[in-house]
């Protein structure tokens, strides 16, 4: 028998300009570790153990970025359970509209881009946020449909 490898769970906050109907994305370029130094992501990271994962997406997000949010929906992955960030991690992703402080590359990025949509894939984002990215084209393409 082999144990079953749990994934460590990760969050991520897609920063959007408004909750319902998001026209702007901002995309965060990492400087570590190496192997995804320059790829752009949605800034988050780890839940920390015994913490509950909106409270490591504030805490992250504060961490990360010096910005307190509000969080709207979560952007379900198709299989229900989170993103897939191999090897051995698994991320969910909520919507987030930033209520206080200017975002800044504070802590493991180095720049920052607010993308306008229909340009939201033209940054080089790391190989797992691109599925989560095109999810988010299309709901912010469909809100802006209605």
Known sequence: ?????????VVG?????????????LAARRTEPPHLAGGWELPGGKVDPGEEPLQALHRELFEE????????DEL?????LGWDLPPAHRMRVWLVRVIEGEPAPIE???ALQHLP?????????????VPIVTALTALAEERQAR
């Open 76 to 80: 379900l992955a198709p299989n229900g």
């Open 108 to 110: 493991v990025h180095d």
């Open 117 to 129: 949509l229909g340009r939201w894939a033209e940054v080089g984002w790391l190989p797992a946020d």
């Open 13 to 25: 906050g897609a920063v959007v300009d408004d909750l319902d109907r998001p026209t702007v994305l």
């Open 1 to 9: 028998m082999t144990d079953a490898i749990v994934p460590t769970l």
């Open 65 to 72: 970025l010096g910005v307190k949010v509000e969080v709207g």
